[in-house]
């Protein structure tokens, strides 16, 4: 129950303004790095890892709203955890109107609303 809250926060913080797709997307990588060996071995790990995800050290409250977003992201986290992802073997991801640093040395995968994934 933590991992589907912890994932299910990810999604609602970095892609809740996204289609379910988008969604989806966010929480594939998010548990593509749970299977990665030299990441954290638990979703929650995962997403509090030191600024993995710009929501996690933003200053900004990190309560959600109990909203129909929330809800939203509570059952895309549900089915990502049953297997129903994409497929895409995207590990990273970021917004568009930021460059990382890191992004260069990723093959990019493609632009999905408004995220560019990589792998």
Sequence with gaps: MIGVMCLAMNIYFEARNQ???GQMMVA???LNRVQQSKEPTSICEVVWKD???SWTHDGKSDKPQLDKAFYIAVLVASEALQGET???GATHYHNTSVEPVWAKDLVVLGKYGDHIFYR
């Design 28 to 30: 594939e990588v998010t």
């Design 51 to 53: 600024k993995q995800f």
């Design 19 to 21: 289609s379910i797709d």
């Design 86 to 88: 994409l497929h895409t």
